[in-house]
């Protein structure tokens, strides 16, 4: 098996991000999200003398006094391996970063980070505050993108991230960045999908074990997640937020960039349109992103699902004009609500349409066969 | 000189037999009360001391004390004053019941010496008729409802001098006309016609109906939650006589039996800031709450989400049994409390749904009130209706199908229950075993199959929609779950995180 390895300084620089996160805290608050990166790029001297000027020494002094064998038996404790950047094995995509992190810290099969070449990986990221509809197209996304062999990378959090994972780990890898320690699950309601993670895909971090979470680790995973990924798929996102920084990022890196098209009242749906309107890749499905790694047309996906009867179509197509719940449908379609229901019920059954636990239906991408 | 006098003190919904003992004897004029009285019973002395005085009756200026027997037993409410009174009035050689038969007496005085209503009338008729007693003395306006009680001659007076010329012999009350029973099913109630349009709820509704099963409605503000909810009483199966009785006697205990009649079922719909006690019942001696309230009726719970928590996990074993067990130093009661279960909720907290643009509402904030819907309480819940907001064509459109169509196929539905379950019991209560014996056609198995394989579905959530299949098969008068009945029952159950 292939092991990764670290050099004690790269350790040492990610124990230096994790002593001056309160004062870069401090100095990033001003302007979320756009200053960190740029702090970043600094070396460790220079970093601690912007974040902390007064006691930029005894910091730096405290870091090096960390002698070489406590940094490996933390990362053994937190049952975590490290990755520096002058290891084979660091992802490729990183190093086209200037800011790219000194050492990855993860924990899951270490052999699966031979598989993070930029051309393997897809970000999906989106806000938190999604929409059923986000989410559905999120999930679909990541399931697709995995079982056509796509890693798939996102952020853990709330709404868009996580479903991507839930997508992805039915069909395939996907790896989460995170903005703390990765033997942290953040946020905890996630724990048993970050466990699940660890055992079937990847959870890496630039930060030591044990590091929580600051404002300013979020940008700072977003440009890793950018750097590792051939193409960032913005879902859902409002204007200003979190999602767009990775996409902006993205961006800088010259990565392919890709957003799910929402409807033009929609809030969370802002992001994503403002950057189809300035000249993202629509993302309607995992062909569009297919389509823009590989080439268009160099690979098709196999998406058409069972045959449905004239009800069940009649069913679908007022889903899909609108109604989204069984009411709805029965007063849109003038249909007994008996038949209603269990025409939803098959739908469901075939993964024609997925319903939440407030009894609301959103059709997945699954399209029928054209006869 | 000593005399007693028989009455009744409530205790649950149910009376309990006090024997009121009066001593009269020379001494420092004085009345003192004891045998545990609560505040209520303990101010019947002034009360008794005026009535007396004002009805032309002497008041002793003697030592006089009144002893309440059994004495470990805790009495509560002004009910006893009439026996205190008559027993006093005895004591003193103020009046002879002699020629009467044996009998109790229940009323509360007003100074003027008239009679006040008291609560539970019904209860203490009935325990009167179990003594043996052959006769009982009521307040007036009781009457009506103590006359329920076949077998018991109920005296109904308007005051204490009444009993004077009662006690005579030359004169007695008629009997009163009993309470009357609703004439027809569903009379008196809201009716079903009033939910114009939303056929999905409308369904929804007969189905829970026709199995007992209990709903969850979610959707937006003013989209007729309420409304529908309030509507159900009216589509289930008129009460039978033993049970509109309960249902009664439950009323009375509570001060909440109305003029115009018994045999309805009831509708409680309890604000989210009751208290467990207030909701499943509670005090000293135990009072019943909106639970036992709303016993062979209906159990409101609107804005789910709202409710504290342990007031909602209190009412999880009375759900299931069918019975609240208040336990408070002395004893502990049984109070029924077979409703069903109408819970109504907001998609989120600001009402809109997420999927409303203008829904503010963050994350986290609609993930935790949310999580209350699959807390505990909403484990039980067997339906889930998203209800949306009816469009204009729909409000402004003609009434829906009345009341009384949609109950006549409940009844067909129930009746299949009653011959299959036994009498009185319905699908919601079927047991895994009762579950188990569920008939089903082949293509029917092969869908509940393959949805539980592909753990769609948790092991209480299969036979959940199997209780629901069997009660859409009940309505649909067939014999065994076909298809169709199934992918209803899968569509409508209420779903947790499967």
């Known amino acids: 098996m292939i092991e990764p390895s670290a050099c004690p300084s790269c350790l040492r620089r990610s124990r230096l991000l994790a002593h001056l996160a309160p004062y870069i805290e401090k100095i990033a608050t001003g302007a979320p999200g756009s200053r960190s990166p740029e702090l970043l790029r600094l070396s460790d001297e ?249 080439g268009a047309g160099a690979r098709q996906l196999e998406r058409a699902g069972p045959r449905l009867d004239e009800r069940l179509r009649s069913v679908l197509a007022g889903l899909e004009s609108g109604a989204e719940t069984c009411d709805a449908l029965a007063a849109a379609l003038d249909f007994e609500a008996g038949e209603v229901a269990s025409a939803l019920a098959t739908l469901e059954a075939l993964g024609y349409v997925r319903c939440s636990l407030l009894g609301v239906y959103t059709r997945t991408l699954l399209s029928p066969p054209s006869i | 000189m000593l005399a007693t006098a028989q009455t009744f003190t409530l205790d649950g919904i149910g009376a309990r037999p006090v024997r009121v003992e009066v001593d009269v004897h020379r001494g420092l004029p004085g009345f003192s009360l004891v045998g545990l009285p609560d505040a209520a019973v303990r101010e019947a002395r002034e009360r008794v001391r005026a009535a007396i005085s004002n009805c032309g009756f002497e008041f002793p200026l003697k030592r006089i004390v009144a002893n309440l027997a059994p004495a470990s037993l805790r009495k509560a409410g002004p009910g006893l004053d009439l026996a205190i009174a008559t027993a006093l009035l005895i004591a003193s050689g103020q009046l002879e019941l002699g020629k009467l038969p044996p009998l109790a007496l229940v009323g509360e005085l007003a100074l003027d010496g008239s009679l006040r209503p008291v609560r539970g009338a019904l209860a203490i008729a009935e325990e009167a008729r179990a003594m043996g007693l052959a006769a009982i003395v009521v307040p007036a306006e009781n009457g009506r409802e103590a006359a329920l009680v076949e077998g018991v001659d109920v005296l109904a007076l308007e005051g204490l001098a009444q009993l004077e010329a009662l006690a005579d012999g030359g004169w007695r009350p008629e009997r009163p006309q009993p309470m009357s029973f609703c004439p027809q099913p569903g009379e008196g109630y809201a009716d079903l016609a009033d939910l114009r349009g939303q056929r999905h709820l409308r369904y929804a509704l007969e189905v829970a109906a026709a199995g007992g099963h209990s709903l969850l409605l979610v959707g937006p503000p003013g989209a007729g939650k309420s409304l529908a909810a309030s509507r159900l009483p009216s589509i289930l199966p008129p009460l039978e006589t033993a049970e509109a009785l309960e249902v009664a006697r439950i009323a009375s205990a509570c001060g909440a039996l109305g003029e115009d009649g018994i045999g309805r079922r009831p509708f409680r719909a309890p604000h989210h800031t009751v208290s467990p006690a207030g909701l499943i019942g509670g005090g000293n001696p135990p009072r019943p709450g909106e639970a036992t309230l709303a016993h062979r009726g209906v159990l409101f719970l609107d804005e789910l989400c709202e409710f504290h928590r342990d007031t909602l996990e209190a009412l999880r074993a009375p759900l299931e049994t069918g019975w609240v067990s208040v336990a408070r130093a002395g004893a502990t009661r049984r109070l029924p409390c077979r409703f069903m279960l109408v819970a109504a909720s907001n998609p989120c907290p600001c009402g809109r749904g997420e999927a409303d643009p203008e829904c503010e509402c963050p994350p986290l904030s609609v993930r935790r009130y949310q999580a209350r819907l699959s807390g505990a309480l909403a484990d039980r819940i067997d339906l889930l209706v998203a209800i949306r907001q009816p469009a204009a064509e729909e409000i402004g459109g003609p009434p829906g199908e009345s009341s009384a169509a949609v109950r006549e196929r409940v009844a067909a539905a129930r009746a299949r229950q009653h011959r299959r379950l036994g009498e009185g019991r319905c699908n919601a209560e079927m047991t895994p075993a009762e579950v188990r014996e569920c008939v089903l056609e082949d293509d029917a198995a092969a869908l509940l199959a393959e949805a539980y394989s592909r753990r769609r579905l948790s092991g209480r959530a299969h036979d959940r929609v199997l209780r629901l299949a069997q009660t859409l098969a009940d309505l649909a008068c067939a014999n065994a779950i076909g298809r169709e009945q199934i992918a209803q029952a899968l569509q409508l159950r209420r779903r947790d995180g499967e």
């Open chain 1, 46 to 294: 220079e970093l601690a003398a912007a974040a902390a000027p007064k006691v930029a020494e005894q910091v730096l002094a405290r870091v090096r006094a960390v002698p070489e064998r406590l940094l490996f038996a933390d990362l053994l404790a937190a049952e975590c391996w490290a990755c520096c950047r002058h290891d084979a094995l660091y992802p490729a995509g990183l190093r086209d970063a200037a800011d790219a992190p000194a050492a990855l810290i993860g924990r899951g099969d270490p052999s699966l980070l031979a598989r993070l070449l930029p051309d393997g990986v897809v970000t999906v990221v989106g806000a938190r505050r999604s929409t059923a509809y986000g989410r559905e197209v999120a999930r679909d996304l990541g399931r697709e993108l995995a079982s056509a062999g796509f890693v798939v990378a996102s952020g853990l959090a709330f709404g868009i991230d996580s479903c991507a994972h839930r997508g992805a780990l039915d069909a395939g890898l996907t790896v989460a960045v995170l903005g703390c320690g990765a033997d942290l699950a953040y946020p905890a309601a996630h724990r048993s999908l970050w466990r699940r993670i660890c055992e079937e895909g990847l959870v890496v971090s630039e930060l030591p074990p044990g590091t929580g979470v600051w404002r300013w680790t979020f940008p700072a995973r977003n440009r890793i997640m950018a750097a590792l990924a051939g193409m960032t798929v913005v879902v859902e996102a409002a204007r200003r937020s979190g999602s767009l920084i990775t996409a902006d990022l993205a961006a800088d890196l010259g990565r392919d960039l890709g957003a799910v098209p929402g409807p033009v009242n929609s809030r969370a749906s802002a992001g994503p349109n403002d950057l189809l309107a300035g000249g993202a890749c629509v993302v309607r499905g995992a062909q569009d992103v297919l389509d823009a790694m590989l």
